[in-house]
């Protein structure tokens, strides 16, 4: 009789223990639900942007028309976003890339006549930067795993390229020699504040990081680019202008989130946070 009660409140006291065990269980996971976690540690984000940029003209005199042109370059860039709190969040990085200077121009098609040739000057040149983003950034859920983001803030820019840069191109026909372009240019070398702005979409993906797609645009209050050019210099069809560029863009970028949700998880089930 004694062996059955005590086997009694044994396999009793084995029941309630694992009851509880099942129900802490069950607390601990609703408590650590993935979604409760996405803001817990600094986001950590990998991006790659395609952008695009534009300089313009200022023809002092002369008949010879440089246009600017529309181009297309690209830069890197690794940021780290401290959470307020679901919703708001602060960003910094670092990013490296290139701008574009494209600019166009046939002295033949322009009636420069007594050019022998379609004489055709197209620059695809690009300027190498750095960029240092401080961004305030509001993100909104609109469904399970999609949310809407939006940034802005501000960046110090500086150009990696030496101050000066001068170029001449001439025709030989000996005996003479004719130089038909001449530029010379300047950079502004200096930590310049720049505005960003940026909106777009993130995806949570099932390993709890997120996709990252954004419409982005940056705004410079000053130029960084400022060249003087001329056509047939000490002729009489002298053209003489300025290339400026303030190095804005607009573009679309593609990015990887890193929220360490995984990491979480792991830490508290081994009882370590």
């Not at 909104?140 to 809407?148: A, E, Q, R």
């Given at each position: 009789m004694k062996t059955t009660i005590f086997l009694s409140i044994i396999i009793i006291f084995l029941f309630i223990s694992q009851s509880i065990k099942a129900q802490d269980k069950e607390t601990l996971d609703s408590l650590l639900s993935p979604r409760r976690l996405l803001f817990e540690k600094p986001h950590t984000k990998f991006q790659f942007n395609l952008i695009t940029s534009k300089g313009r003209i200022e023809r002092e005199y002369g008949e010879a028309e440089l246009q600017s042109r529309l181009g297309w370059s690209y830069f890197l860039m690794w940021s780290q976003t401290h959470h307020l709190n679901p919703n708001w969040g602060l960003e910094y990085g670092f990013s490296i890339g290139t701008l574009p200077l494209r600019y166009y121009i046939d002295l033949k098609a322009q009636g420069f006549e007594a050019l022998d040739y379609d004489y055709l000057l197209y620059?695809?040149?690009?300027?190498?930067?750095?960029?240092?983003?401080?961004?305030?950034?509001?993100?909104?859920?609109?469904?399970?795993?999609?949310?809407?983001q939006f940034r802005t803030g501000i960046s110090l820019r500086y150009i990696l390229l030496e101050e000066y840069i001068t170029t001449a191109i001439s025709l030989s026909t000996p005996p003479l020699v004719l130089t038909y372009y001449e530029s010379y240019s300047e950079f502004d070398n200096n930590f310049r504040i720049n505005f960003n702005l940026g909106a777009g979409i993130s995806w949570l993906l099932p390993n709890n990081d997120f996709l990252d797609f954004q419409i982005i645009a940056n705004l410079s209050p000053r130029n960084i680019v400022y060249n003087d050019y001329y056509f047939f210099p000490d002729t009489p069809d002298e053209t003489f202008g300025h290339y400026l560029s303030n190095g804005n863009y607009v573009g679309v970028s593609v990015g990887y989130t890193f929220t360490k949700v995984r990491k979480i998880l792991r830490q508290y089930r081994k009882g370590i946070r």
């Open positions: 620059s695809t040149n690009t300027i190498n930067f750095i960029q240092l983003p401080l961004n305030i950034v509001y993100r909104k859920p609109v469904s399970s795993n999609v949310f809407l």
